[in-house]
C-alpha cells in the first residue's frame, strides 16, 4: 500500500510537471535574418529596366503562364526534385527588368470580386451600404488590361551525376594499433535545363523561344584519425559538404532565360551591356565586336 502511495505521488509530480512545461512559453530559436533572394542575372534584369529601351517605345504588359516541372524527378520521402514555382520566378525577374505584368496565373480573387460586382454586392466604400442605393461597383467595358506577351515552357531537365570525381589517401603506421590518418575528398556534378517562349497574344505567333542550363556542383571532404595507446584506442574524424541548391538554380536559368527573351523586345545592345561579364554569350559577345572593331 505504502508502494502504491508513492508511486501515485510521483506520477502526480511528474504529470504536474508536464503540464506546467507545456503552459510555459518557450523561446523559438531565431536564424539568420530575411534577406533578399537575387540570382547572379538579377542584375542584368535591373540593367534593362534602366535601358527602357523596348521596341515601339513604351514597355509591353506580359502575362506569365505554366512553366511546369516536366522532368519527372519525385523523391519519395521528399517529392518533387525541382522547383513548382518556376512561373513566379518569371514574374520576379519580369518585375526587375521593369516589365508590366497582367496577372493570369491565379485569377480567383479577381473572378470573385468580379462576381460579387456583377451582383452588386461588391462596394469600394462598404460602411455606406444601405444609405446609397448606387453603392456598388461598377462594371465598364474594356477595363481588365490585356497583354502583349505571355511566357511559358518548362522545367525541361535535371540530370544527376552527369560527372564526379574523388580522392582518398590513408597513411600511418603498419601495426593495427597504430596512428593512422585518412584524408577523401569528392565532387559531383548535375545540371538543370528550362525552355522558355514568348508568345504574341493577338496572333499567338511564338516571338522568340530560349534554352538555357546550369550545372550544380557538390562537393564533400572528411579526414580521420585512428590510434591507440596502450589499452586505450580512439577514432577521430571531421569533415564537410555542400551542394548548391537546386532550386536556386532553377530561379538562376528561368532569370537568364526571361533575360534573353526581354532583350529581344529591346533595341539591340542591351545583352551586350546587361550581362554579367563572366557569362559565356557575354564574352562572345565581347570577342565579335572587338574582332570587327579591329
Not at 572528411?222 to 530561379?251: D, H
Request: aromatic letters at 4%.
Amino acid at each position: 500500500m505504502r508502494r502504491a502511495v508513492i508511486l501515485g505521488l510521483a506520477l502526480a509530480s511528474l504529470a504536474g510537471a508536464a503540464s506546467a512545461q507545456t503552459r510555459a512559453n518557450v523561446e523559438p530559436i531565431r536564424g539568420a535574418p530575411a534577406t533578399a533572394n537575387p540570382s547572379p542575372y538579377s542584375a542584368a534584369l535591373t540593367c534593362l529596366a534602366r535601358r527602357d529601351a523596348w521596341v515601339g517605345g513604351a514597355a509591353p504588359r506580359i502575362a506569365v503562364g505554366r512553366i511546369s516541372d516536366m522532368t519527372g524527378r519525385v523523391d519519395l520521402q521528399t517529392g518533387a526534385r525541382a522547383s513548382q514555382g518556376a512561373a513566379l520566378f518569371a514574374i520576379t525577374a519580369l518585375g526587375r527588368a521593369g516589365a508590366p505584368v497582367v496577372e493570369r496565373l491565379d485569377n480567383t480573387v479577381a473572378e470573385i470580386e468580379l462576381n460579387y460586382a456583377r451582383q452588386h454586392l461588391l462596394s469600394d466604400a462598404p460602411e455606406r451600404a444601405g444609405q446609397d442605393p448606387e453603392n456598388f461597383r461598377a462594371i465598364y467595358a474594356g477595363q481588365i488590361a490585356g497583354s502583349r506577351y505571355y511566357l511559358v515552357g518548362g522545367i525541361t531537365e535535371l540530370n544527376y551525376n552527369i560527372a564526379s570525381s574523388g580522392v582518398s589517401a590513408q597513411a600511418g603506421a603498419a601495426k593495427a594499433t597504430g596512428l593512422r590518418g585518412l584524408a577523401q575528398a569528392s565532387q559531383y556534378v548535375m545540371n538543370v535545363a528550362v525552355d522558355l517562349r514568348l508568345v504574341d497574344t493577338r496572333s499567338q505567333e511564338v516571338v522568340n523561344s530560349v534554352s538555357f542550363q546550369k550545372q550544380v556542383i557538390g562537393v564533400d571532404r572528411s579526414l580521420g584519425l585512428t590510434g591507440a595507446l596502450g589499452s586505450v584506442g580512439g577514432v577521430g574524424t571531421a569533415g564537410n559538404g555542400a551542394m548548391e541548391p537546386i532550386q536556386a538554380a532553377v530561379r538562376t536559368v528561368v532569370e537568364r532565360g526571361v533575360f534573353e527573351l526581354l532583350a529581344g523586345i529591346q533595341t539591340p545592345g542591351g545583352q551586350a551591356s546587361c550581362l554579367p561579364a563572366d557569362d559565356p554569350d557575354a564574352v562572345q559577345t565581347y570577342a565579335m565586336t572587338a574582332g570587327a572593331a579591329s
